[in-house]
């Protein structure tokens, strides 16, 4: 099912012309009304007439996740208070969150996105929809419920935590759709096997699972254990929550875009400059319809590559890669550049593994190290831990290029999450 069949397959030329005026007036809208988008524009050299063409984006300044701190509350909304209709923050715990907020327009937008991603995963109304996102300053809880509503579903606001009653009210309420972190999906499945229970034989057909990177072997894995057609869903707090972009169960390969509400680009993070399609770099998303808090050119930190394929499901906008990682999470080890999701990949195909784990960062002397923490399956061992280290020391480096530090640990020591799992450990302070 199409949720919004006019716009979501709309003529690609067509939809480019709605993305052109949508960002002329954004861009009117901050400089006027944002002294800090103000101050930036003319920095920059550049006033709202300058931009005739979605390539004239490349002339707009950019916005960093340090720029939302220094304005912290309030200082890049561009209504009046009065007018902001709800506030979100980040999820960080260090500090003080980033503030974002939203009109009532914007809620409306954004529930209608997120209604529009429910459809991409295979949901339509009249599902019962078991939200195990958090509620809260977090988007994740909030946006999904709103847009669970609008798509036509009952929704069941579980928030995250407590996975003894989450297993209750999956067995009792007999839900076709849940959201939750991949990592807190594997979480209560595992805390199923427990009891027991056999995650398979719920009613489950599709999980909407995002807010950290996961990978293909994730999603295998998550597929296998629960049943269910397991879809990658994206967004950030800064640009508007979930539903930036969503995968669609068709194809499941690539996020869609709501690319009438969001203009996407790939940038180099090094020299800053736009990259053609297909490459990797960081993803840059430019506001064209929010009122309360548009953010220009915002740097988000994530790796991903961009297409304008056509999709066998019949959408239009252009879709981008799942998440590689975010710059921040790469590491160098010995001159290579590692990402947390590439060793997940490898450890997902040991059968002998739990898929949980965690890379611990210290100081050894003036050297930082790396260490890769795994947990050993709970089923009695097929193989002794030190054959077990061996054998993933091999498929790690083969696959990374790089040896890395490993360490194999007994069954059920590895912290669970309930919301986004702590990949990264950093103990060098
Ligand atoms: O995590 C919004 C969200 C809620 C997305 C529920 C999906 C589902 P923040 O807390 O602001 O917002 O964190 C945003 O999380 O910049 C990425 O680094 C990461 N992230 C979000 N979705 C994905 C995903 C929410 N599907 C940050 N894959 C982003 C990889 C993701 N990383």
């Known amino acids: 099912m199409i949720f919004n069949e006019r716009m979501e397959t709309m003529e690609h030329k067509r939809l480019q012309e709605l993305q052109l005026e949508r960002l002329q007036a954004t861009v009117k809208r901050v400089v006027e009304r944002v002294p800090f988008y103000e101050a930036a524009f003319a920095a920059a050299g550049v006033a709202p007439n300058d931009i005739r063409s979605l390539d004239d984006v490349a002339k707009l300044p950019f916005t960093v996740k340090k720029d939302l701190r220094d304005q912290y509350p309030f200082g890049l909304f561009a209504c009046d208070r009065a007018e902001v209709a709800r506030i979100h923050g980040s999820s960080g715990t260090k500090g003080k969150p980033t503030v974002v907020g939203y009109t009532k327009q914007d809620l409306a937008n954004w529930a209608e996105i997120v209604a529009r991603a429910i459809c991409l ?9 078991h939200n195990a996102y958090g509620y809260g300053l977090f988007t994740g809880g909030l946006g999904l419920h709103a847009g669970a509503e609008v798509m036509g579903a009952t929704v069941v606001p579980v928030s995250g935590g407590q996975t003894a009653r989450q297993i209750t009210l999956i067995q009792d309420f007999e ?21 027991g229970l056999d995650p398979s034989a719920t009613t489950l057909q599709y999980g909407i699972f995002g807010a950290e990177p996961w990978t293909e072997e994730m999603r295998q894995t998550l597929e296998r254990v629960w049943g269910l057609k397991a879809i990658d869903i994206y967004g950030l707090s800064e640009v508007m929550g979930p539903g930036v972009a969503c995968e669609c169960c068709e194809e499941q390969n690539g996020l869609h875009i709501a690319e009438d509400h969001f203009y996407a680009e790939i940038i180099d993070p090094e020299t800053l400059e736009p990259l053609p399609e297909g490459e990797f770099g960081e993803l840059v998303f430019t506001s064209l319809t929010k009122q309360a808090l548009p953010v220009i050119r915002y740097r988000t930190g994530d790796i991903s590559a961009l297409t304008s394929k056509p999709c066998s499901c019949g959408r239009t906008m252009r879709r981008m890669t799942r998440i590689k990682g975010r710059i921040d999470d790469m590491l160098i080890i010995r001159g290579v550049n590692v990402f947390p999701s590439e060793m997940e990949a490898v450890l997902l195909t040991v059968p002998e593994l739990a898929p949980h784990y965690q890379v611990v960062l210290s100081r050894d002397g003036a050297l930082d190290s790396v260490e890769l923490q795994v947990e ?9 831990e030190a054959e077990l280290t061996n054998r993933v020391g091999h498929l790690l480096k083969e696959a990374l290029g790089v040896s890395i530090g490993l360490k194999v640990h007994p069954p059920q020591t590895i912290a669970r999450s309930e919301g986004k799992a702590v990949r ?3 103990r060098r302070q």
């Open 121 to 129: 995963a295979g949901g339509r109304p009249g599902d019962l929809f």
């Open 175 to 195: 839900p076709r759709g849940i959201s939750c972190t991949p990592s807190y999906a594997l979480n209560i499945a595992e805390e199923m096997v427990r009891q």
């Open 424 to 426: 990264i450990v950093d």
């Open 376 to 384: 050993m399956q709970s089923e009695p061992a097929s193989c002794s």
